[in-house]
């Protein structure tokens, strides 16, 4: 597929709306499709982070381990959402696991790319960390929330 095609269909994910076709365009030279079935995992804890994810169809359980419970669900992710910003950040390793809980369609971003491209494309890497950030504080909310229902 070439690079215009898959812009024109990153363009319609959620977290890219607005992003200007030359951006779209660039983020297109570092995607690609993938599908990972049911029980997948799509990252690991620990394991370095050399992708970023878009999710377009299916439902992604974010984990994590605990010596006293196992396997804790933290979230749950669905189409429109993006998985992981570790690969913006070094160490560049996953601090969860994310496994697919049905079938997952995603786009994936390659990590080194698009850290190359925000730093050539300072604009673009701007608009991707005011999405990010609209991200993390979303999360961070819920997570508010569901510390708040544990504890009362």
Request: include cysteine; charged fraction near 20%; proline fraction near 3%.
């Amino acid at each position: 597929m070439i690079h215009s095609e898959l812009a024109d269909e990153l363009e319609r994910h959620a977290f890219l709306e607005g992003l200007s076709h030359p951006h779209l365009r660039s983020l297109a030279g570092c995607a690609l499709h993938a599908r990972f079935p049911a029980g997948n995992y799509l990252s690991r804890e620990g394991a370095r982070a050399t992708s970023f994810f878009l999710i377009n169809a299916g439902h992604v359980a974010v984990e994590i381990h605990s010596a006293s419970k196992g396997v804790v669900p933290i979230q749950t992710l669905g189409a429109g959402e993006v998985l992981g910003w570790s690969w913006l950040l070094a160490p560049y390793q996953w601090q969860f696991d994310a496994r697919a809980i049905d079938d997952v369609e995603v786009f994936v971003l390659d990590a080194r790319g698009l850290r190359e491209r925000c730093e050539s494309h300072h604009e673009l890497g701007y608009q991707l960390l005011l999405r990010l950030v609209r991200v993390m504080a979303e999360r961070l909310a819920a997570a508010r929330v569901q510390l708040l229902d544990l504890y009362e």
